[in-house]
């Protein structure tokens, strides 16, 4: 079992920045996978970056690609995710997210692990 838990989420003005941070307890945090999700309101939980084991490998959503950057600290047991340039659409619940393999990937159902999640809201 592993437990996740984020924080860092909160209200922004468009075009700024916020730090997401989830802290994962209960396991060996070096043998998972990472990844954030995020869900708006009356839609479906989408994919947002996702990083492997070491932290050599990233892969993000078109959407974000050149804003968000995905970061782990395995010394810390903690995967983070830096929110540049935030615009009104990023608003939606945020989720980290575990799986044992390595690798990244970008759909919920390979991810065994999740957080309850951190509010994100962006202000035009």
């Known amino acids: 079992q592993v437990q996740l838990v984020e924080s860092g989420g909160g209200l922004v003005q468009a075009g700024g920045s916020l730090r997401l941070s989830c802290a994962a307890s209960?396991?060996?945090?070096?043998?998972?996978?990472m990844g954030w999700f995020r869900q708006a309101p009356g839609k479906e939980r989408e994919f947002v970056a996702a990083i492997n084991w070491s932290g050599s490998r990233t892969y993000y959503a078109d959407s974000v690609k050149g804003r968000f950057t995905i970061s782990r600290d395995n010394a810390k047991n903690t995967v983070y995710l830096q929110m540049n340039s935030l615009k009104p659409e990023d608003t939606a619940v945020y989720y980290c997210?575990?799986?044992?393999?390595?690798?990244?990937?970008?759909?919920?159902?390979?991810?065994?692990?999740w957080g309850q999640g951190t509010q994100v809201t962006v202000s035009s």
């Open positions: 209960g396991r060996t945090f070096s043998n998972y996978a």
């Open positions: 997210a575990a799986r044992s393999a390595n690798g990244v990937v970008t759909t919920s159902a390979e991810y065994s692990y």
